[in-house]
């Protein structure tokens, strides 16, 4: 870069200085006097600066501009409420290093206590579950990774901290979910390869309704949760102490999605599910193939001799296993522990 030498002073080109006698309270007094190009280029970058949010840039380039039109450094700290030391830092660095002081780089702070490969494998230890790590939760709570933290890398972490250290690991609270853990991943992709295309085959050449189904209790005397109370004040919920629940018999056609449905009031039995079952035929005439469900009420003894006195085809109690995700868009992703058997109906 050239540079011009004046009053033993190295000033880049495209800025001039001259001696004077403004109105600063200092020995030397540095006037800016920018070049249209450069002027052209601070007006740039102060738009970027005020797109991008950038406050402390915006107040750098305004007081290198305030500098140019021949305010002092007095009235340039007190327009924009920054320290006098500080503007005469903007400007000394904008002449030696022009546009380039403008690029700003924040402190790196305190070094983290654990390197890079650590957080990698503390990650890989957290996403395996606390069990994997030896311990008998299997939900991580803050506790258990600082204690893990500790005995594995030897480093201490506060509670309070933790929490901000997993996100940068990409973790986030979450309700978790349970799963069965003796599902049989071979005979799984086995049903889905094998059984699941005779079946979805079968109800295509018989042109029949392919419904999934199951039952559901909500119930209706709600839930806790958090809430605003006084501090030292535990809030309270009234109840009434009843325990009723909204009940609901479902089935959903895989092919189109229509759905059967029926609320029920009482407990589930073989024979409010046998109910629900001649509801459903009584609205078609067509052949209509179920997966259910090994629950008692579907399997119960009393059931088989009601399939062979009301339909007239055969219940054929083929025992099943579905995968977590089945096969086709109707209906949602469906996950169960227990035996699953296909039936198939036809109304007199």
């Not at 070049?35 to 052209?40: A, C, G, I, Q």
């Not at 290093?97 to 070094?111: C, D, I, V, Y």
């Not at 629940?245 to 092919?255: A, H, Q, T």
């Not at 073989?270 to 459903?280: G, H, P, Q, T």
Request: net charge positive.
């Amino acid at each position: 870069m050239d540079w011009t030498i004046k009053e033993g002073y190295g000033i880049p080109i495209g800025t001039h200085c001259y001696m004077s006698y403004p109105k600063e309270v200092s020995l030397v007094s540095f006037t800016l006097h920018l070049s249209p190009f450069t002027r052209k280029q601070l007006y740039r970058r102060l738009q970027q600066a005020y797109a991008s949010g950038a406050l402390r840039l915006v107040k750098r380039i305004h007081a290198l501009l305030a500098l140019a039109e021949n305010m002092s450094v007095q009235e340039v700290a007190a327009m924009l409420g920054l320290g006098e030391q500080t503007v005469r830092d903007y400007r000394n660095l904008f002449l030696l290093k022009h546009l380039a002081s403008l690029t700003s780089k924040r402190p790196p702070g305190r070094p983290s206590k654990l390197t890079k490969a650590q957080r990698r494998e503390l990650a890989a230890l957290i996403k395996a579950g606390p069990q994997a790590a030896g311990y008998t939760s299997g939900c991580w709570n803050t506790p258990m990774i600082q204690d893990l933290i500790q005995s594995r890398f030897g480093v201490a972490y506060h509670p309070h901290y933790l929490a901000t250290l997993l996100h940068n690991l990409g973790f986030s609270y979450q309700k978790a979910r349970f799963v069965s853990d003796h599902l049989n991943e071979t005979k799984r992709l086995e049903w889905r390869r094998c059984r699941w295309p005779c079946i979805l085959r079968q109800a295509r050449q018989r042109k029949a309704l392919l419904l999934f189904g199951d039952e559901s209790s909500f119930a209706q005397w709600g839930s806790l949760s958090y809430t605003w109370a006084p501090k030292g004040e535990q809030p309270e919920v009234p109840t009434s102490g009843k325990r009723k629940g909204y009940k609901v018999f479902g089935l959903i056609d895989y092919f189109s999605g229509q759905f059967f449905y029926k609320t029920h009031e009482g407990r589930f039995n073989s024979a409010s599910y046998a109910a629900f079952l001649l509801d459903v035929l009584a609205q078609t005439r067509r052949h209509i193939v179920v997966i259910q469900d090994g629950a008692r009420s579907h399997t119960s003894q009393a059931m088989k001799p009601m399939f062979k006195g009301v339909w007239s085809t055969k219940a054929n109690f083929a025992p099943l296993r579905l995968p977590d995700t089945r096969p086709g868009q109707y209906p949602r992703p469906y996950t169960s522990s227990l035996e699953y058997l296909c039936i198939t109906l036809q109304g007199k």
